[in-house]
């Protein structure tokens, strides 16, 4: 049995982390979205394309805890994103597992997924939404 790869869904979906915070914004809603707890080390990985056990596993290994017991975590996880459509299916290769970049001293938290809609109108206004291939001020 093979294992499905999980990629991040660009570019419909953007998304920039700061310090332990990823903030996501889906462009085709306006929806965004916040991860914190260690969701912004999974993105990472996600990135690159990644199985649910590799990014248990990595997770697992970074922070020094078993990876049976961080696998339903990441498994819930990864059903939210993918109820989101922040990643989707691939056909591709997982990526290469590159060192996580995380705060020194931190312990392991749960990932945590948080949806805003209360922008969402805002977002979509915003005239980089309605942009030509020769950029802005031009309409599409």
């Avoid at 306006?30 to 914190?36: A, H, V």
């Avoid at 990135?47 to 649910?52: F, K, L």
């Avoid at 993918?82 to 290469?96: C, D, K, N, Q, Y």
Wanted: no cysteine.
């Amino acid at each position: 049995m093979t294992q499905v790869v999980y990629k991040f869904n660009a570019p419909r979906m953007i998304h920039e982390t700061i310090e332990k915070e990823t903030v996501v914004i889906d462009t085709e809603t306006g929806i965004y979205f916040s991860i914190t707890g260690s969701g912004y080390l999974i993105m990472q990985m996600l990135d690159q394309g990644a199985h649910i056990a590799d990014l248990a596993a990595q997770v697992a290994a970074t922070f020094g805890i078993d990876a049976a017991s961080l696998h339903p975590h990441v498994e819930d996880f990864v059903a939210q994103l993918l109820t989101e459509e922040m990643i989707v299916p691939t056909e591709e290769a997982p990526g290469a597992v590159a060192a996580l970049v995380f705060a020194d001293g931190e312990g392991y938290v749960p990932p945590v997924l948080e949806k805003f809609t209360d922008m969402n109108d805002l977002l979509l206004m915003d005239p980089i939404h309605d942009v030509s291939d020769e950029g802005w001020p031009r309409r599409a």
